[in-house]
């Protein structure tokens, strides 16, 4: 649901920018979830890569068995955030406003069985 704030949803900690907030265009978009979930981001329909997630790991930088043993971000994985820049799906975020989408589901499993909390927030 749209506008869904923390206090309604006991497996959100925070989220950021805050529904109904006005943020600048390279604002750290996500949700910090709570301890054994794990998320997903979607901005303005555009999903956003794991591996493109603040906290995610460059997989050449472990043995595939880790890889597949902890994940890319296998520190924070209730941590769902993401940050505009060069070289990402989204360099910026336009004018307006802007939908953020967070699919949360318990670590490690079936992110099908997920739910889906969505605020929007104003880009200057």
């Given amino acids: 649901t749209d506008g869904?704030?923390?206090?309604?949803d006991p497996a959100i900690v925070s989220q950021s920018p805050t529904p109904g907030a006005t943020a600048l265009r390279k604002t750290e978009i996500g949700a910090e979830l709570r301890t054994g979930y794990d998320g997903r981001l979607v901005i303005n329909g555009v999903e956003i890569p794991e591996d493109q997630m603040e906290g995610a790991i460059d997989p050449n930088s472990v043995t595939p068995e880790e890889l597949k043993r902890y994940g890319i971000r296998p520190n924070?994985?209730?941590?769902?955030?993401?940050q505009p820049g060069p070289g990402k799906v989204l360099t910026e975020?336009?004018?307006?406003?802007?939908?953020?989408?967070?699919?949360?589901?318990?670590?490690?499993?079936?992110?099908?069985?997920?739910?889906?909390?969505?605020?929007t927030f104003q880009v200057d």
């Fill in 4 to 8: 869904i704030t923390t206090d309604r």
């Fill in 76 to 82: 924070n994985r209730n941590s769902v955030y993401f």
């Fill in 93 to 119: 975020l336009p004018n307006g406003e802007v939908t953020v989408s967070v699919r949360y589901f318990k670590d490690r499993q079936d992110q099908a069985r997920g739910r889906t909390v969505s605020w």
